[in-house]
């Protein structure tokens, strides 16, 4: 890392004296990083077209998120160091837990009934005493200065760690920063964990930390809802000629609300009574005895369903698991669900608030963010994560589109992946020319009209098969069951990646289309004067082991490579 400039960040909790404190304690502790100025460079950019945007949804169209491949204490500072202190609105983290384990995904064919042909490393997490503390504290100093003065932090942990990590937080913020800790019922009882000895481990921890203890963060209760059947509303509902209800007592409501309610058909009169108002006397009361209660009806859905709304608490058992939300599934180990994303967002959040995640994974935090019209950044150390994430942006727009006048249409959303400190080289794949290696494929591109058409005939990757092979599984005839992704840059500058398609579908059988429009005349013909024949395509295939293969081609050029 190169560093022009440090400065100096530290615990200091306002509202506790450092004389009666309680402090954790680990080998080598220190509550101070210095935080530089790494070196930076784009990697790759991806604008979708307006007009394609608008099919996302107008709450998705916004400016470009931005992803930061390398080590996320680089990536931190480098924030702090260009402007970033102070911005951020949420930060939501989802660390290592010190799980002592090596993470392994399943590597799968792609299409419908497809096997897994092998396994994978895709990271470890294992740890020396004292080592983690500090891994954990350098980075939570560092995203304490860049919340937002009512700004929260999120700190998903498991069982391991969560009473360290809720310790350090208030070291770092300070105690009376805890808003509080949520528990998600992340799993349910199956398989070996029915058997398992002193209760099985079904929830983890999020813990809930603000800026500062007079800050007032972004904070929108949220509220679930409960579906039931028609003979489970009548088993817990009472049930008039409106529908199934429930009842609440009145409290101090006025004579006049009491009366108002009353006219809506709202209050109940226990005992088999009737509601009586006695305007002479200011009361209103139930003609049998008992107390009065107002009504709240269920909201009923289709012929048979009712919804009840309650409000949420700290247990939150009602957002599955990625377990029963196969669709979502990436293949990436610890990966969470976009519904507990959306809750979390939704709460701490509102539109064109910044998200950060600095552990972005499987990319749920920053996918759901850019749903929601939220601005994000994503931060990792490994290349795979920083790709699915990208994936996950891009995968709605499959074509890049042009307007009727042939103008470059404008661009909205989209992604920008910057390489930060000194991780891996060039575009994550090695250098120029040894990208074909293990890989061969046929891919075709000629100039239809106004536009590049780019075919891909034949793929294979030699991984993959020798996965296969050794699986003893064939492959299939249709290449695209080896391919998890395809992105394509029509004017490819051999510097920064600039993909007008990437194609990414999501679950396990969506294969990718293999065959795709991009490019547009106007820049074709400004390249040396040979119209589109001096134009570099660059085809990129990631196959279905998490490995890239580039490909080069110009019109007219041979289509054929061999690795």
């Known amino acids: 890392m190169v560093a022009t400039r440090h400065e100096g960040f530290w615990a200091g909790c306002a509202d506790q004296n450092t004389d009666d404190r309680v402090a954790l304690q680990w080998p080598g502790k220190r509550l101070q990083v210095d935080a530089g100025r790494p070196v930076a460079r784009t ?10 945007a608008g099919r996302m949804g107008a709450e998705s169209v916004g400016r470009a998120g931005l992803l930061l491949y390398g080590d996320n204490l680089d990536g931190l500072s480098w924030l702090l160091a260009n402007g970033y202190g102070g911005r951020v609105r949420l930060v ?125 963060p972004v904070w929108q209760a949220p509220t679930r809802e409960i579906e039931l059947t028609e003979s489970e509303a009548a088993a817990r509902y009472m049930r008039d000629g409106r529908g199934f209800f429930r009842t609440s007592d009145p409290g101090t409501y006025s004579f006049e609300r009491l009366a108002a309610l009353d006219a809506e058909g709202r209050l ?45 608490d700290n247990l939150w058992d009602d957002l599955a698991g990625l377990g029963t939300v196969p669709g979502e599934d990436e293949s990436y180990p610890t990966q969470k669900t976009e519904r507990l994303l959306q809750r979390i967002l939704e709460t701490a959040t509102r539109p064109g608030d910044l998200v950060l995640d600095p552990f972005v994974g499987a990319g749920t935090t920053t996918a759901v963010a850019h749903k929601m019209g939220r601005a994000w950044i994503g931060c990792d150390s490994i290349w795979r994560a ?86 003893n599984v064939p492959l299939p005839q249709d290449w695209r069951a080896q391919v998890r992704a395809v992105l394509i840059d029509p004017d490819y500058d051999g510097t920064i990646f600039r993909p007008e398609v990437v194609d990414a579908p999501a679950g396990r059988k969506a294969l990718v289309a293999g065959s795709y429009r991009c490019g547009k005349l106007d820049r074709c013909s400004q390249i040396g004067g040979s119209g589109a024949g001096g134009r570099s395509v660059a085809v990129l295939i990631l196959d279905v082991a998490g490995e890239e293969h580039l490909e080069l081609r110009t019109v007219g050029q041979p289509s054929s490579s061999a690795g």
């Not at 006397?281 to 289709?302: D, F, H, I, P, W």
């Not at 661009?411 to 890989?439: D, F, S």
Request: aromatic share 8%; charged share 25%.
């Open 43 to 52: 990697l790759e950019t991806y604008r979708p077209t307006a007009e394609r």
């Open 386 to 471: 920083v790709r699915t994430a990208a994936g996950r942006i891009g995968r709605s727009s499959q074509a890049t589109e042009i307007d009727e006048s042939g103008d470059s249409a404008a661009r909205v959303g989209g992604y920008q992946i910057v390489r930060v400190g000194e991780a891996g080289t060039g575009l994550g794949r090695g250098a120029p020319g040894t990208e074909r290696a293990g890989a061969s494929s046929r891919i075709r591109v000629t100039r239809e009209g106004e536009q590049l058409a780019v075919r891909i005939e034949r793929f294979r990757s030699e991984h993959v098969a020798r996965l296969a092979a050794e699986s």
């Open 92 to 216: 939501y983290m989802d660390p290592p837990y010190n799980s002592n384990r090596t993470y392994r995904s399943r590597v799968r064919l792609r299409g419908n009934g497809q096997p897994s042909i092998g396994e994978q490393t895709v990271y470890e997490d294992v740890w020396q005493p004292g080592d983690y503390l500090q891994f954990a504290a350098d980075r939570l100093l560092l995203l304490r200065e860049l919340l937002h003065e009512d700004g929260t932090l999120w700190l998903h942990c498991d069982h391991r760690m969560q009473a360290h990590l809720l310790l350090l937080l208030e070291e770092v913020f300070g105690a009376s920063c805890h808003l509080n800790t949520v528990y998600w019922r992340s799993q349910t009882m199956r398989g070996a964990k029915v058997h398992a000895r002193y209760f099985p481990r079904s929830a983890q921890a999020i813990h809930i930390f603000r800026r500062q203890k007079d800050g007032e």
């Open 268 to 312: 109940y009169a226990p005992f088999g009574g009737h509601v009586v108002i006695d305007g002479a006397s200011r009361r209103v009361y139930a003609s049998n005895g008992g107390n009065l209660g107002v009504k709240y009806y269920l909201e009923q859905r289709g012929r048979a369903r009712y919804v009840v709304t309650r409000a949420v």
